[in-house]
């Protein structure tokens, strides 16, 4: 990134390195949206179209996503999750969090306390009948690294 370790910094300075990663150097057509150099576009106005950020690392920022949260049963007990895809797209791979500040899940597994009107990983049932969604997820990254249909 080019924008100085020290000065004043400025919106068409942070537009140019925005659009062309450059500090000082390039046309930017007016207005100028902070929104839109964060986010992506040209949604807010912006007389340039902006890239969107580097959205493969995770998270970046936490918040970019909205959130979906589920209840899970873990170590005896319940706790709320979060994950950025929709609740029937959970798959192996999907990112994991305890919070929607980009904590990620370190508990390593778990089963869906509450699978109501969700099909979870190809379990149809109910608890009572002995079909319990259950994911183990990686205690690092939070993503799941597996996931079946077995009640605890």
Do not use: H, K
Request: with cysteine.
């Amino acid at each position: 990134m080019a924008v100085p370790g020290s000065g004043a910094l400025n919106m068409l300075n942070m537009a140019r390195e925005a659009l062309y990663g450059t500090w000082g150097s390039g046309t930017i057509t007016g207005p100028i949206s902070l929104y839109d150099m964060v986010n992506g576009g040209q949604a807010n106005g912006s007389g340039n179209n902006y890239p969107a950020i580097n959205q493969g690392c995770t998270p970046n920022p936490a918040d970019r996503s909205t959130y979906n949260s589920f209840t899970v049963y873990s170590g005896g007990s319940t706790v709320t999750l979060y994950t950025t895809v929709a609740l029937t797209s959970v798959t192996t791979g999907t990112i994991i969090y305890s919070s929607v500040s980009g904590t990620v899940y370190t508990g390593g597994g778990a089963f869906i306390a509450t699978p109501t009107n969700i099909i979870w990983f190809g379990c149809s049932g109910t608890i009572a009948q002995g079909s319990c969604p259950a994911f183990s997820s990686n205690t690092s990254t939070g993503a799941i690294t597996s996931t079946g249909c077995s009640c605890p």
